[in-house]
């Protein structure tokens, strides 16, 4: 078992930046492929990237290049999420996630373990 915990939401203007941490404790994250999601109420879960094990080869879904950034430190036990240019859309309650998938997955359902959630508020 491994258990995230993000941190780092918070209220930022439009046109800002956030770092978002997830940090894991139990099994050793390093086994594990991170993915990062976000939620906006009344909307599904939306996927926004992932990294793989080594922390060598992130990956974004389209909409989110260039905007976000992810990395991982598997000494630290943690992953960020990097956000600059933040615009009103990207409201929403974030997400880390992790897998035991040999790739990154690009959907909820490969990922077994979840944060609880960090809120991110950007005001235009």
């Known amino acids: 078992q491994v258990q995230l915990v993000e941190s780092g939401g918070g209220l930022v203007q439009a046109g800002g930046s956030l770092r978002l941490s997830c940090a894991a404790s139990?099994?050793?994250?390093?086994?594990?492929?991170v993915g990062w999601f976000r939620q906006d109420p009344g909307k599904e879960r939306e996927y926004i990237g992932g990294?793989?094990?080594?922390?060598?080869?992130?990956y974004y879904t389209d909409s989110m290049k260039g905007r976000f950034s992810i990395t991982r430190d598997n000494v630290a036990a943690t992953a960020a999420l990097q956000m600059s240019n933040l615009e009103s859309e990207d409201t929403a309650v974030y997400y880390c996630?992790?897998?035991?998938?040999?790739?990154?997955?690009?959907?909820?359902?490969?990922?077994?373990?979840w944060g609880q959630g960090t809120q991110v508020i950007v005001s235009s």
């Open positions: 139990g099994r050793s994250l390093s086994t594990l492929i």
């Open positions: 990294i793989d094990r080594s922390g060598g080869f992130p």
């Open positions: 996630a992790a897998s035991r998938a040999a790739l990154v997955p690009t959907t909820e359902a490969p990922y077994g373990y």
